[in-house]
């Protein structure tokens, strides 16, 4: 009697408007989450197959690619093969920064339309991969990644991709605080791409300050870049730009006269010289007697700014914003982005049909000597005059010009100032290179990417007002719109 009373009740509540409105909003539970979890799966199919449909929403855009880059990779003109030195769960097993390189290298891929290839190898199971790129050395254990054109390969160390805790990095422990593969990865595919470089020479035996900045910048941007002492062999004759840098010690007549005949080329020109003078206070007759000739000369002593929205902050009047002339700003990407310079030397320049200033400070700038007197006045220096902190010289003849450009400063292009992406200075340099060595314009300057601020992006009040509406108060009234019909047309029924 009680099995009937159960199977007559389990009839009834099946057939009541309780259980029909169960299994209504089972289904529809139900259904939301098998459309949820197919929605997912084809989301994810869809990032896999194009990268770049994930959203990068850190306020530093750690995971999305700088315009530049994309701009580069969407007219990459050959197949390059770029190989991961490693198997790809292994590249990523090493942290956050290595998932960070993959997401990159992935969206480069995506970019290229089908011209840049990222493959994962491991070397150590497949060592006959090693034996074709002989210029390479296996022995290292820094090497990341290789990029491959043709005959052409350039491979890429943990230094040239990643930044970490170098004083970790001595006890063998690397904490990673940066990725650089952007950046890394774009010079190499310049470097193996480019078949002809320019040559450049970069001269050496005079107690030369460091140029290993300038010089990576260089090769970074597919120069051949070569040192050459004068004081054992001649100026190569393919070379088209020549670089002295910082001399201690003056050139001999010897030498100074290598160069101008080189200048010169037989009355051909053709070829330039770009001059950085030591920022020290040292004797150079020779060298001061070459730039008269070419109608430049050197101030005894440093320039000093007085101009407070030229002034580098915390620093002294001997660094400041310098100003751009009409020279070489044409191919400049930013030149809302200004040129810094640190204890420069003012360039004079003595005709002006043949010599011009490339960058100026304001008026309210002077010159300090290297040794000023005891009753020396700043006031009495600041002439209510311009003054150049770098110049160039050109000769012309036979539809050709040769050039000497001079800089007031060393230390403008030391290795910070060209690495701080908020001054121009490797931008400004590599595009004088680019535009006096007849070289398209295809620098890319990228700053590494970290993952120490990841929050929401929303930098603007336009973007945060979007968030805002959607998120805040559009989703949750439609939800409650929802509510409420259901509730009414359930009450009504």
Sequence with gaps: MEKNNSKRGLKAFLKSRKARYGAVATGIVLGTVAIVIVLNIVVSLLVDRFPNLKLDLTANNAYALNEDTVEYMSHLGKDVDVYILTKEDDFVK????????????????????????????????????????????????????????????????????????????????????????????????????????????????NQEADYSAIKSLLVDNAYQVNEISLLTSDIEADAKLLVLYAPAVDLDDDAVKKISDWLDNGGKYGRSLIYVPSSQNTNTPNLNAFLEDWKLTLSDGYVFETSQDHLLNGVSEFAFITDYTDHYTENLKNPDIPVVTLQSRAITVNDENTAHSILDTTDKAGIMPYEPPEDWDYNDAVKGEKLSVAAESVKSGNGAESRVVVFGSDKMFGKDFLSINSFNNSAFLINIFNTIGDKGDDSVTIESKSLKNTELGITDASTGAVMMIVFVIALPLTILVIGLVMWIRRRNK
């Design 94 to 205: 090493n942290g956050e920064y290595f998932v960070q390189a993959k997401n990159l290298l992935e969206k480069m891929e995506s970019d290229s339309g089908g011209k840049l290839k990222v493959q994962y190898i491991d070397t150590t199971s497949n060592p006959s991969f090693t034996q074709k790129y002989t210029d390479v050395d296996w022995t290292s254990k820094q090497n990341v990644a290789l990029a491959v054109c043709g005959d052409q390969y350039k491979a890429l160390t943990l230094d040239e991709c990643f930044e970490y805790d170098q004083q970790y990095a001595e006890y063998g422990y690397y904490q990673f605080t940066a990725t650089k593969i952007e950046q890394a990865m774009v010079t190499a595919v310049l470097n193996v791409t480019t078949e002809e470089k320019i040559v450049v020479d970069i001269l050496t035996g």
